[in-house]
């Protein structure tokens, strides 16, 4: 999936065209990487190229509905926005087959969400194959959870689970220069 695009207003759609910025530099604005679902991975290279990361549960309650966790989910990007100073980015992995229907649901719902408040907020974002994110990682393009895990301990990360360890690869994936966005 390519990076987002804004459509020109229509009052400007017949002037002249508008330059486009810049290329982002990364060191000096922040880039979520997301592993969306239910328990989400996260991952955050702040302004001053630290990293952050975690994991981050929206499973709803027994006495909440459905779409509880997608709003959870829309108030945890706008405090992640807020307390990094703003997101510059937002890469997240681009699944394409699951493990079962509720999955495929749940997963269609958090990328709703997300492209939602991305063109809302003007944050460009991108999907990224699974395949590509653990070909970066390991070397191999269908690695399982355990290696996964065990490749970004060997870069030195601490990850929770494989959802945490997920993020941290498209983080790194997206932003450093001998990654896959060199």
């Known amino acids: 999936m390519a990076l ?22 990364l ?9 969306l679902g239910t328990t989400a991975g996260w991952a955050l290279r702040s302004r001053d190229g630290g990293i952050t990361s975690g994991t981050m549960t929206f499973k ?29 980015r937002i890469v997240f992995e681009e699944v394409r087959r699951h493990a079962g229907t509720d999955a495929s649901h749940v997963y269609g719902g958090f990328l709703a969400t997300l492209t939602a408040w991305c063109e809302e907020h003007e944050v460009p974002y991108e999907g990224v194959p699974v395949g590509t994110i653990k ?19 060997a870069r030195g990360f601490r990850p929770t689970d494989d959802n945490e360890a997920d993020a941290i690869a498209l983080l790194l994936w997206a932003t450093e220069p001998t990654g896959g966005r060199a």
């Open 135 to 153: 070909r970066f990682a390991t070397g191999k393009g269908n690695a399982d959870k355990a290696k996964m895990v065990a490749a970004i301990q």
């Open 60 to 88: 709803p309650t027994r006495f909440e509905g459905g779409g509880m966790r997608f709003l959870r989910f829309r108030g945890w990007l706008a405090e992640v926005a807020a307390l990094s100073g703003g997101v510059a």
């Open 27 to 35: 060191a000096h604005h922040a880039v979520l990487a997301l592993d």
């Open 4 to 25: 987002a695009t804004l459509p020109m207003p229509a009052t400007h759609a017949s002037g002249p065209p508008i330059a486009l910025p810049p290329a982002i530099s």
